[in-house]
C-alpha cells in the first residue's frame, strides 16, 4: 500500500484528509510539481525546486520550507514507497481561512502541503526501434495567460486532453493564434532539415524541466537547437513532432490530425536524442 504524506504526516491515502475550506478547493489557489525518480534517485532535482520557488513565487505564496528541506522530504516519502522509478506529485495550498473570500486570508494560514508518489509508465525511449509513435490533435488553446505557473487549476488542460482521447488520440497540440504553444501537458518539438525547433519560453508555456534538458543536449552533441515560434502549418510539414514531459520523457508523435509526420514513422533524429536522455539518465544511476 502506498504511503501519502500531508502536512507534517507520513499516512494512507484514505487517511489524507483536507477541509472543504482549503483554497485550493474552492479557488484552485495552489501550485504543483512532478518529479521523476529513477530507482530510488530524483532526476533534476535543481531545476525542479527551481520551478517550485518561481510558481510560488508568482502566486505570492512564500516557501513553507528551504531547497534541503524539501529534499529530506522527497526521500522519506521514496524510501516509505519502498524507491523504484516513480512520478512524485507535490501539492502546496494557500491553505484554509475561515470564510470564502477571494481575497488572501487577512490572518495567515498555514499552507497545505500534499505529496504522492505513483509509478512511472514505461518511457518510449526503452524501445528506440520503435517504429510507431503516438498520435495527436491540434485544439485551440483555451487556458489562460499565465501558463508558466504551474498551477492547480488544470480544467481547460483537462477538457483539452479528454477532447484528445474522445477523438482517439493521446495528445493535444495547443495553437493560439495560429502558434504552437505546448501540449495539453507537454512541451513541443519539431524537427526540420535535421534541426530541433521549439516554442520560447513565454508566459503562454510551462518550462518544462525536459523541455530544458532537451535543448541542453541538444548543445552538448553539435545539433542545431532553435527556440522560436512555430506556425501550425510548420508543424504539420515538419520532419518529426516529439512531445516531452517528466513522465513521458520524449515521446515521438507520428500523426497530427488524421495526417503523418514525415514518413509518418518514428524519425531518427528522435533516436539519436532519446538515446542521449537515455544515457543522461545513466549518469545519475551511476555517478
Ligand atoms: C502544460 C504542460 N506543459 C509542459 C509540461 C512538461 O513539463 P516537464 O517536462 O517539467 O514535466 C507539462 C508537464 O506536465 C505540462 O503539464
Redesign the pocket.
Given at each position: 500500500m502506498s504511503i501519502v504524506y500531508l502536512n507534517g504526516a507520513f499516512i494512507a491515502p484514505e487517511d489524507a484528509k483536507i477541509s472543504v475550506m482549503d483554497r485550493a478547493f474552492l479557488f484552485a489557489d495552489g501550485i504543483y510539481e512532478?518529479i521523476p525518480i529513477y530507482q530510488g534517485k530524483l532526476f533534476r532535482l535543481t531545476e525542479h525546486l527551481r520551478r517550485l520557488a518561481y510558481s510560488l513565487e508568482h502566486i505570492r505564496l512564500a516557501s513553507p520550507h528551504t531547497d534541503a528541506q524539501w529534499e529530506a522530504l522527497f526521500n522519506a516519502l521514496i524510501q516509505q514507497n519502498g524507491g523504484g522509478n516513480l512520478s512524485l506529485y507535490l501539492q502546496i495550498t494557500r491553505g484554509c481561512a475561515p470564510t470564502r473570500d477571494h481575497a488572501f486570508p487577512k490572518v495567515p494560514v498555514e499552507p497545505t502541503i500534499f505529496m504522492m508518489v505513483n509509478p512511472m509508465p514505461t518511457p518510449y525511449s526503452t524501445d528506440l526501434n520503435r517504429e510507431q509513435g503516438i498520435k495527436a490533435i491540434c485544439l485551440s488553446d483555451i487556458r489562460w495567460l499565465r501558463?508558466d505557473i504551474k498551477s492547480v487549476s488544470l480544467l481547460p488542460?483537462a477538457l483539452l486532453r479528454q477532447q484528445a482521447l474522445d477523438q482517439g488520440v493521446d495528445e493535444a497540440i495547443l495553437i493560439r493564434d495560429d502558434l504552437v504553444t505546448?501540449?495539453a501537458?507537454?512541451?513541443i518539438f519539431i524537427v526540420a532539415n535535421n534541426a530541433l525547433y521549439t516554442p520560447p519560453r513565454s508566459p503562454f508555456?510551462?518550462g518544462?524541466?525536459?523541455?530544458d534538458l532537451v535543448i541542453e543536449l541538444a548543445q552538448a552533441h553539435q545539433l542545431t537547437c532553435v527556440e522560436k515560434s512555430l506556425t501550425q502549418a510548420e508543424l504539420m510539414a515538419a520532419d518529426e513532432v516529439w512531445m516531452?514531459?517528466?513522465t513521458k520523457e520524449i515521446a515521438p508523435i507520428t500523426q497530427v490530425d488524421g495526417k503523418p509526420i514525415g514518413n509518418g514513422k518514428v524519425g531518427a533524429v528522435w533516436r539519436k536524442v532519446a538515446g542521449w536522455y537515455n544515457a543522461y539518465k545513466q549518469t545519475l544511476l551511476n555517478p
Open positions: 512532478v501558463c488542460n505546448e501540449g501537458a507537454s512541451n508555456i510551462l518544462g524541466i525536459t523541455r516531452t514531459s517528466s
